[in-house]
């Protein structure tokens, strides 16, 4: 950091009234978590030239590093102001609010991001994203789409557009888009069950349970597997095993918050099962 900061240093003092030396000074600032002393340099910069977009963009920044989005929001519709076409402000808007769940005003950025740039893979993700939250299923499944055009190997978004397969009711692409995850990362416990949910609606049980298998092999206790293969037992009738399982889960996730929709689940269909077993 030395080094540079010696540089910038005196190419200020050699071009004192250019704003591009301060706000090259802030990043590197801001590079090292220097936050305050990013901020004044960032502000040099406007006070030589108040319409220095950039210098708008990165103090917007640094307040978001900060946590005082309030003001990181200002400052990233001032650079928009000063630039409209300037696709990163509007992105770092739609997430800020995808993070915040103001799911209609993430739309509304993360549109305007992609229309300005729509080879930003990032930006069809969380576009798609923020349209799963809203239940539009489609809009997601075409903006994972896009974003898997020009990223195919970023496993997120092959399991986000398997989500949102799943929840439209097609399994098939569903069950294809978590097996695309899992070639991208073996280990991801979450996507492998998925996968083997996808299969147990597709009929595929036998398969099923041998994909649950390495699930379990190296996370025994995770409910959510335990519940799948109790429901995939069930299909090829080990019912008492079953059973079994389903009693793990719920000692499993008793009382655990983080739970708490997995075990109302094994509740109910416990219940539902018990009350068909009635004459």
């Not at 997601?140 to 799943?166: C, Q, T, V």
């Not at 069950?175 to 609606?201: H, V």
């Not at 009382?255 to 708490?260: E, I, N, V």
């Amino acid at each position: 950091m030395e080094k540079t900061l010696e540089k910038l240093t005196e190419s200020i003092k050699a071009d004192p009234q250019n704003p591009e030396n301060y706000k090259e000074l802030g990043n590197l600032y801001f590079r090292n978590s220097e936050f305050e002393q990013a901020i004044e340099q960032y502000l040099t910069a406007l006070k030589i030239d108040p319409t220095f977009y950039k210098a708008l963009y990165n103090l917007g920044n640094t307040y978001y590093k900060m946590e005082q989005f309030e003001k990181a929001v200002h400052y990233w519709h001032e650079a928009i102001k000063v630039k409209p076409d300037f696709d990163h402000a509007y992105f770092n808007l739609g997430y800020h609010y995808y993070q915040k769940e103001f799911m209609r005003e993430a739309i509304r950025a993360l549109s305007e991001a992609a229309r300005i740039n729509p080879d930003a893979a990032d930006t069809h993700h969380y576009l798609g994203l923020s349209y799963q939250a809203t239940n539009q299923l489609q809009d997601a499944i075409a903006e994972f789409r896009k974003a898997i055009d020009l990223k195919p190997k970023e496993p997120d978004y092959h399991y986000n557009l398997a989500n949102a397969s799943y929840d439209s009711g097609d399994y098939a692409v569903a069950a294809s888009e978590w097996a695309i995850t899992l070639s991208l990362r073996e280990n991801d416990s979450k996507a492998r069950n998925n996968y083997c949910d996808a299969l147990l609606q597709l009929g595929k049980y036998d398969e099923g349970l041998c994909e649950i298998e390495k699930v379990l092999s190296s996370e025994p206790d995770y409910p959510p597997a335990l519940c799948t293969k109790g429901e995939l037992l069930e299909k090829v009738g080990r019912v008492e095993e079953a059973k079994g399982l389903f009693a793990r889960v719920l000692e499993l996730t008793r009382d655990k918050d983080a739970w708490q929709p997995l075990h109302k689940y094994v509740v109910d269909r416990t219940a539902a099962s018990e009350g068909s077993a009635v004459p």
